[in-house]
């Protein structure tokens, strides 16, 4: 039997997943912008846990910080894990990056570990997902 016969029994696509709150889509909007100007053309999202962990409620945040600052600080640690990886080994394909960010509380840096999936996207696109060490 092959699983072509089999029926699915249930599908949580991104789309669904971006929708219903677990995914933060990080492409349209200033992070979007932030995004692209960091030399990321693929559609990006971060778990919600993530999101709430790393950037924050703008609202809430410490004197001096910012969403879009945090982001960046994701985007630049991100590119830097990335680049080492191929660098490490060019012919395997990376597919799960670790990275850590530094995120300052107000009183203390607290290191948030992260990692950035390269996977497909409901259209068998290649997507970014970003989440907290552990997730999935």
Known sequence: MNLQEFDAVS???RK???EAGVLVDMTPGKFGE???EA???RHTAMTATAFAEVIGDADRLPPGQ???GRWWDVLTL???AIGAAIRKSPSVRVDNVPFKVLVWNGTKHEAKSL???CGPG???EPVLTIMLEGED
């Open 11 to 13: 599908t949580f696509t």
């Open 34 to 36: 932030a995004l692209h």
């Open 122 to 124: 409901d259209n068998a």
């Open 115 to 117: 990692y950035v999936n």
């Open 16 to 18: 669904m997943a971006i």
């Open 66 to 68: 910012d969403q879009i």
């Open 78 to 80: 991100m590119r830097f």
């Open 39 to 41: 030399g990321f053309c």
